[in-house]
């Protein structure tokens, strides 16, 4: 088995805490609202949003996969940061065992916040995952974050 980590840095004029609430604490929520292509639903099958609790992630029609199960390790309110394992879902292929997302959220020089986050897919066996193939799912995320990032200027009001 092997572990293959990439790092990726964002930037937004978002402060942390709203950032948070919205893109870690609500994502279940507000993703579907704003994006419903990308995510039809989100349910929590076992615990109560904490560490430990498994999540299944229905996408919507604009995605190439069904769903995934996410299972939390961590959510840190206080220091803006969360770490979940994708562990079940046709977005795994039969080579990789699980992917680990975890996510920081920085307060940047400028007033708004740097999006700090590491993935690392665990394979089965010895095979390879390179950085161009995990590129798509990069960009998917990233454009997600900025339907995010858009909504929240929109709403000013919400996530305070």
Not at 5 to 28: G, Q
Request: aromatic share 10%; charged share 30%.
């Amino acid at each position: 088995m092997g572990v293959y980590t990439y790092e990726s840095e964002y930037s937004s004029e978002i402060p942390p805490p709203k950032l948070f609430k919205a893109f870690v604490l609500d994502a279940d929520n507000l993703i579907p609202k704003i994006a419903p292509q990308a995510v039809k639903s989100s349910e929590i099958l076992e615990g109560d949003g904490g560490p430990g609790t498994i999540k299944k992630i229905t996408f919507g029609e604009g995605s190439h996969y069904g769903y995934v199960k996410h299972k939390i390790n961590s959510i840190d309110k206080e220091h803006h940061t969360y770490s979940y394992s994708l562990i079940e879902g046709d977005a795994l292929s039969e080579n990789i065992e699980k992917i680990d997302y975890e996510t920081k959220l920085v307060a940047a020089p400028h007033g708004g916040t740097i999006i700090k986050s590491t993935s690392k897919y665990h394979t089965k066996g010895e095979v390879e995952i390179k950085e161009e193939h995990v590129k798509a799912g990069k960009e998917k995320a990233h454009h997600l974050f900025k339907l995010i990032e858009s909504y929240l200027k929109d709403h000013p009001s919400e996530y305070n």
